[in-house]
C-alpha cells in the first residue's frame, strides 16, 4: 500500500481502520441530537425555573423588606427622618433665640414670624441677570458697606 499524505491520526480513517472513538462528522453530527441531550436539558432548564420560583416566593412571603436584613433604611423612611431632625433643629434654634430675646427684655417671635420675615426679605431682593435666586453683587456691595468704605 502506498504511503498516505495525511498526517498520522487521519491515515487510519483515510484506510477505512479507524478507531472505535474516531466517528465521521456525519454520525458526530447526528449525535448531537441523541436521546441524552434532550433530558439534561430539561433538567437544567426545570432546575432554574425551580430556582426561581423558590426565590421568588421567599421574597414574597418573607416578612420584612430586603433592605432591613442588610441595615439599611428605604428613601421614604430618610425623607420622614430627616424631616423630623430639621423639625426639631427649627424648635431647638427658635426657642435659644426666644431665650436670648427674653434675657434682653424683648417680645418672643413664633416660627410664621420667622417665615413671614424671610418671606418679605427673598420679595425685597433685586433678581439676578443671570437667572440664579439670590442677590446681585450690587445688591450685596450695598448691603454690606463697610465703615470707612
Known amino acids: 500500500m502506498p504511503p498516505l499524505d495525511f498526517p498520522a491520526p487521519y491515515q487510519a480513517a483515510a484506510i477505512g ?4 472513538n474516531t466517528q465521521s462528522k456525519a454520525k458526530l453530527r447526528s ?16 432546575g432554574l425555573v425551580a430556582l426561581g420560583v423558590v426565590f421568588w416566593l ?24 430627616r424631616e423630623a431632625l430639621e423639625a426639631e433643629d ?4 427658635l426657642a435659644a433665640h426666644n431665650a436670648r430675646r427674653r434675657a434682653r427684655g424683648e417680645t418672643e417671635v413664633t416660627a410664621e414670624d420667622v417665615e413671614a ?6 420679595s425685597e431682593q433685586v433678581p439676578r441677570p443671570d437667572g440664579v435666586d439670590g442677590p446681585t453683587d450690587a445688591a450685596r456691595s450695598a448691603a454690606h458697606k463697610w465703615p470707612g468704605a
Not at 481502520?17 to 472505535?20: D, G, K
Not at 427649627?90 to 434654634?93: E, P, S
Open 17 to 20: 481502520n479507524a478507531p472505535e
Open 58 to 81: 421567599l421574597g414574597r412571603c418573607y416578612p420584612g423588606s430586603g433592605l432591613e436584613q442588610i441595615g439599611q433604611r428605604s428613601a421614604r423612611e430618610l425623607a420622614e427622618r
Open 90 to 93: 427649627l424648635d431647638q434654634m
Open 31 to 46: 449525535g448531537l441530537d441523541s436521546r441524552f441531550v434532550d433530558p439534561f436539558t430539561v433538567v437544567v432548564v426545570g
Open 117 to 122: 420675615r424671610l418671606l418679605r426679605e427673598r
